[in-house]
Every structure is written in C-alpha cells, then in structure tokens.
Nanobody, 117 residues
Framework: QVQVVESGGGLVQAGDSLRLSCTAS????????MAWFRQGPGKEREFVAR????????DYADSVKGRFTISRDNAKNTMYLQMNNLRPEDAAVYFC??????????WGQGTQVTVSS
C-alpha cells in the first residue's frame, strides 16, 4: 500500500494561484494512478483531476479545465496541482488519492484551500 500526505493549502484571494503537493511513501508511487478530489462546505466530495502512472494522461473536471494543472514527479514520489485564477467556489478541502484510475484506495487527510472574494 501507499501513504499520501497533502500540503500547500492556504488562504488566497480570488484570482490568485496556489500549488498543492501530495507526497507518497510506501509501495512504488509510479504503480498508481493519482488524483485530486475536493469537498467544499456542505457539499459532497467531487473529482478534480487525475493523472496516469507516467504522467502522459490527464483528466479534469469541467469546472477546473484551463485553470488547474495536475502533474507528477515519480523520482520525488510527488504529485502536484497548480491552481490558477482561483475562485471562491474553489474553496474546499483538497484530498490526494492513489489508485487504479477508476477506484482510489488510498487517501490523504486533506489540505484546506480558502479563497476570499
């Protein structure tokens, strides 16, 4: 199995940028599809983005396309989410997850992103 820990959250203003990181330990990081999910206040958890083992395939929720970029560095066992032009509706707890692409078995504790208008 793999353990994942998110970092990089914080308080920003609308229009600002933020980069989240997810660092993995345990079983080989490159064996897993990686993804970001988020859960806003009073909302269900939703998919944000995912990336394949080698980073050649990425997929995004419509709400973040063109603003967010997912990437990974397998040599550093780390995945990133570059978030640009943040909006108040992007405020949420962001979770990192590792899995097969369709199912995610390993989850982090989350990192809070707050966006002020």
């Amino acid at each position: 199995q793999v353990q994942v820990v998110e970092s990089g959250g914080g308080l920003v203003q609308a229009g600002d940028s933020l980069r989240l990181s997810c660092t993995a330990s345990g079983r080989s990081f490159s064996d897993y599809f990686m993804a970001w999910f988020r859960q806003g206040p009073g909302k269900e958890r939703e998919f944000v983005a995912r990336i394949s083992w080698g980073g050649h395939y990425t997929d995004y929720a419509d709400s973040v396309k063109g603003r967010f970029t997912i990437s990974r560095d397998n040599a550093k066992n780390t995945m990133y989410l570059q978030m640009n032009n943040l909006r108040p509706e992007d405020a949420a707890v962001y979770f990192c997850a590792a899995g097969t692409g369709d199912q995610y078995m390993y989850w982090g504790q989350g990192t809070q992103v707050t966006v002020s208008s």
